[in-house]
């Protein structure tokens, strides 16, 4: 079942990501939403822009030693050797180093976990890249090196395997790719969402008054009706920049609340975003203090 900050993110983003249960070692099970296929390619395409930026780099450190008459043969030799350990070593030493993400996949959110749930083993990284070889690498240099030397039905074998490798993520249900199989490895996507200021307090000082002294008050009665999933989907409406759009959505949520909960005043419209920030206060308020007597009300249907 969807968590509701999932829920949230499906409302307004529509992200609908598939979920898997995995259990730590300590017993625990732990809900992960898999990384999509297109943040999985961008995180590479990521990763071999900066390798090869690092390469190029050190080529033109050699073209500037040439010019400097250093002895070539020993700068050639020094660069080809720095490459070669970049190339190898790129995802190898992130992964490693970074408990299973490379810069790409820190950009687009995702990292890689153990599938058993536990952790992140270097046998299960270094067998995954070393499959990279085999999925990406080799056929990219049989393709380019090959070329001219293979014949016609050489040529379609090794673009059909290249072709059937690469696009194994797209042939199971948990995206995993060959080195994902072998290496007992999954990719998961990391919640970018920042942790912000309460939102009781930034619309107590928008509005120049301490969250204590609101301006509109609410029976028990009344704050029951709405849950904490109600109550996220109001924030993230309050967090949004103030539009006309903005207003209208406000205004639109401000008359259902009040139907809802049985508002008998009447609120002009400069006091809608007021009565909705006076009124998240209160709703969290009830709910924080309800879930330390653990009763948790998820949402409006909860009893």
């Not at 949230?8 to 017993?27: K, Q």
């Not at 898999?34 to 999985?40: C, I, K, P």
Request: net charge positive.
């Amino acid at each position: 079942m969807a968590s509701k900050t999932d829920r949230v993110e499906e409302l307004f983003h529509g992200v609908n990501r598939p979920a898997r249960t995995i259990v730590s070692p300590e017993g625990v099970e732990l809900t992960v939403r898999l990384a999509s296929r297109g943040e999985r390619m961008a995180a590479f395409a990521l990763d071999m822009v900066f390798m090869i930026a690092a390469i190029v780099a050190l080529y033109i450190i050699a073209v500037l030693l040439f010019f400097a008459r250093v002895n070539i043969a020993v700068g050639l030799t020094l660069i080809f050797f720095l490459s070669f350990v970049i190339r190898n070593m790129y995802f190898l030493h992130f992964e490693l180093a970074w408990q299973g993400r490379t810069p790409g996949k820190k950009i687009c959110g995702i990292r890689v976990i153990s599938r058993k749930g536990g952790e992140l083993k270097p046998s299960s990284i270094i067998a995954r890249n070393l499959m990279r070889e085999v999925e990406f690498f080799l056929p990219a240099a049989l393709a380019i090196g090959l070329r001219s030397e293979m014949g016609g039905w050489s040529a379609l074998m090794t673009f059909g395997w290249s072709i059937g490798v690469t696009a194994l993520p797209f042939f199971n249900r948990d995206r995993l790719r060959a080195g994902d199989f072998l290496g007992g490895t999954m990719v998961i996507m990391m919640p970018k969402r920042a942790l912000l200021k309460d939102l009781s307090l930034q619309t107590s000082q928008t509005s120049g008054a301490a969250a204590e002294n609101a301006r509109y008050s609410f029976t028990q009665e009344q704050l029951a009706v709405y849950g904490s999933f109600e109550l996220q989907v109001l924030e993230e409406c309050l967090r949004r920049p103030q539009t006309a759009e903005t207003d209208k959505l406000l205004g639109s949520i401000c008359a259902k609340i009040l139907r809802k909960i049985g508002y008998a005043d009447t609120l002009p419209p400069h006091e809608i975003r007021r009565f909705l920030g006076d009124f998240y206060s209160a709703q969290r308020g009830t709910l924080e203090r309800g879930q330390l007597f653990g009763h948790f009300k998820d949402d409006k249907t909860s009893r």
